[in-house]
């Protein structure tokens, strides 16, 4: 899986994802302590699904849509997805090889109730399955990060899988899927629509009347959509991905050779002395400093067995 994190609001961003891979089975447990909006796509091949790791707290927005405490969210193939919540976020995650969950969804509900179930995003599974899961899932994801070597056992990990698999599928055919409104559905092919031309454009900025033109909608109808998905107008995402497309282009500059004003008009910021204040307000420092030093990757630990990478995009706060 493939993600892009923006933090929302100033601070020292703290991120940790754990992924963890029994065999055929990977988990994930993801934390962050800024309020954000997160972009993701799912690796083809596999169906994933993801949820709140306790049965009660804050609910959470996913492509526009309310998850909260107890729901699974089915993510869909090839199609960029959103997500916006609040501070100290915590999240969780399971995928299955695609024909690795037909056979199980076979095996314990029967072959057609595959594509009626999965049609959904999100379903509400009966608590004390839900529970259930979220037990087993917090156990594995203790034993990778305190005692990884007792995951290396072929049996354990077998048989983690196998029950972890189970619940996994009960949930998904004995809870209720949440219907999708035709309205909805129309501000999801509009955002996804949204997203393929900012990523066929990714290096250069991108303006309102490109996107409504793009999108084949009216700018009422693009910022219904952007605020039902992302949580504000598309100006301002547009001009948020532009502040991280400056952050990143000056983190890979060398200072020697580039300067702040090429980079920054670039990307289509003129005034560049509200330009500055905006980006120091935001990453807590000067562009100017920015630029003067090495970029920082975000630490990454691999917790075994895995055999998943972790590639993740993120603006660095301070």
């Known amino acids: 899986m493939e993600t892009n994190v923006f933090p929302t609001k100033r601070g020292q961003l703290d991120l940790t994802i754990e992924q963890i891979g029994l065999d055929r089975l990977w988990m994930s447990r993801y934390e962050v302590n800024l309020p954000q909006v997160s972009r993701f796509a799912v ?52 995928s299955l090889p695609e024909d690795e969950l037909s056979a199980t969804l076979a095996t314990v509900v029967g072959a057609d109730f595959l594509e009626k179930q999965l049609a959904t995003r999100v379903v509400r599974p009966r608590p004390e399955l839900m529970s259930r899961l979220l037990k087993m899932h917090q156990a594995v994801g203790e034993l990778a990060r305190t005692t990884p070597d007792v995951l290396e056992s072929p049996e354990l990990r077998r ?28 501000h999801d092919a509009i955002i996804a629509r949204l997203e393929d031309y900012l990523a066929e454009n990714s290096d250069r900025a991108i303006y309102l009347t490109e996107l409504c033109a793009a999108t084949n909608v009216s700018e009422r ?25 400056v952050r990143r282009a000056l983190l890979r500059a060398d200072a020697s050779k580039a300067t702040v004003t090429h980079i920054v008009t670039n990307y289509g910021f003129w005034e560049l002395g509200r330009f500055s204040v905006t980006y120091r307000t935001l990453f807590g420092e000067l562009p100017s400093e920015t630029l003067r030093r090495p970029a920082q990757d975000p630490d990454l630990h691999l917790i075994r067995p895995t055999t998943l990478p972790a590639e993740v995009i993120v603006g660095r706060l301070h």
């Open 43 to 94: 690796r083809p091949g596999r169906r994933s699904i993801s949820f709140l790791p306790e049965l009660e707290g804050p609910s959470i927005q996913h492509c526009g849509m309310d998850v909260a405490p107890g729901d699974i969210v089915i993510d869909k193939l090839d199609v960029l997805q959103h997500q916006r919540t609040g501070a100290n976020h915590r999240y969780c995650g399971m």
């Open 159 to 186: 048989g983690f899988e196998q029950q972890m698999s189970y619940l996994m599928v009960r949930c998904l055919a004995e809870g209720a899927g949440i219907e999708i409104t035709a309205g909805r559905r129309r």
């Open 221 to 245: 109808t693009l910022r219904s959509a952007c605020e039902e998905h992302l949580g504000m107008a598309p100006i301002r995402y547009l001009t948020m991905r532009r502040m991280y497309l």
